[in-house]
């Protein structure tokens, strides 16, 4: 079973700089997917950022960007130009490609990330 | 475009209670999820329907229970509640059963309290 790991429970950035979100996890398939999860105070679970294992090259989107590191099973979140709406629980999650499978989504405990002024 | 709708968004209920949860995903979604979100923790998979079948289970009691309709929405139905059942139930849609990109949409949940 996979299993994914959040060692940071809180995080504290002040507004424009830059903050990383740390994620490890455990599998022994090849082939996966990874996400981030935005979950303001709102609880709407909102998608940050995913990553596809096959893919050497690491995602972005605006803001955000992923160190992924496929042989030490690490994949952490940077935001950049913190702003005072990225506040929330940031969430990684596992997705195995497999078919036959549940397209079931295996979460980490979770990053609280405060953002200052 | 209404992204996935949950209702009801709060509900108290007394141990021993039935609860039924409902969801409608994404106009063209298939793919129905639950979660389980237990305060200050990730959430955990509950159940997958694809088409109306059911495609995954996780470690759930047989309490737990759910359905697909023919309009893609979904039931989530919980017997006998305990209060460790207490929690935030996600559903998230998605427009496939399985594979790549098959990104999942999330509710806003439903917070559920049992006394």
């Known amino acids: 079973a996979q299993t994914v790991t959040q060692s940071q429970p809180e995080m504290s950035v002040q507004e424009a700089e830059t903050v990383t979100l740390s994620c490890t996890y455990d599998?022994?398939?090849?082939?996966?997917?990874l996400f981030w999860y935005k979950q303001p105070p709102s609880r709407q679970m909102i998608l940050v950022i995913r990553?596809?294992?096959?893919?050497?090259q690491n995602a972005t989107e605006n803001r955000f960007s992923v160190n992924f590191q496929k042989a030490a099973k690490s994949f952490s979140l940077k935001i950049s130009d913190s702003q005072l709406g990225d506040a929330a629980m940031y969430f990684c999650a596992y997705r195995s490609p497999m078919t036959g499978t549940a397209s079931k989504l295996t979460f980490g405990t979770g990053t609280r990330l405060q953002v200052t002024l | 475009d209404a992204g996935v709708t949950q209702s009801p968004t709060h509900l108290i209920k007394t141990r021993g209670q039935q609860v039924t949860l409902r969801c409608s995903p994404i106009s063209g979604h298939k793919s129905v999820s639950w979660y389980q979100q237990v305060l200050g923790q990730g959430p955990q998979f509950i159940f997958q329907y694809y088409e109306k079948e059911e495609r995954g289970r996780g470690n759930f009691p047989d309490r737990f229970s759910a359905r697909q309709f023919p309009n893609y929405s979904s039931e989530l139905n919980v017997n006998a509640l305990l209060l460790g059942d207490s929690a935030l139930y996600l559903c998230?849609?998605?427009?496939?059963?399985?594979?790549?990109?098959?990104?999942?949409?999330f509710g806003p949940g439903t917070r559920l309290t049992v006394l």
């Open positions: 998230a849609s998605s427009s496939k059963g399985q594979g790549a990109g098959n990104e999942q949409f």
């Open positions: 599998t022994s398939e090849s082939d996966y997917y």
């Open positions: 990553q596809e294992a096959y893919k050497q």
